[in-house]
């Protein structure tokens, strides 16, 4: 990936407020790849004290969708058209990292899915995996 693009990236995901206030952080840009981590804040669980849907909704689209830009060209950002989670058990743990990757890029629609594990002690659980579609358009 070169350092342009890898740039872009970061300071796009610097503008994203929701990312700043899930305590979300960058952790990885590669060509059609994006590592997202978030800590399990007291304010980002739901009434059984299990991390949020919400929260791992809002890192794994934003992996996704970062993967996507990763291969577009440098005049275009993306929106989300659509994207679906499995929620596959419960986000117990210190944190959730969502990786997301590309799976078939286009110039109108780009599919997408990403990947997001609980961490605690050391070990990973996936608890939800995202696919969906993006949709390229003007910087």
Known sequence: MDNETADRIRESFEAQAMMHTLGAQLTQVADGAVEITAPILPTATQQQGFGHA????????????????????????????EIKINLLAPAVGDALV????????GRRL?????????????AETLIAVLQG???????
């Open 110 to 122: 780009v599919v997408v899915s990403s990947d997001v594990h609980a961490l605690k002690d050391g």
């Open 98 to 105: 969502a990786r997301g990757h590309v799976i078939k890029p």
């Open 54 to 81: 919400g929260l791992t909704f809002s890192i794994g689209d934003s992996a996704a969708g970062y993967a996507a830009l990763s291969l577009l060209p440098l005049d275009c950002e993306v929106v989300t058209a």
């Open 133 to 139: 579609t993006m949709v390229p358009v003007p910087r």
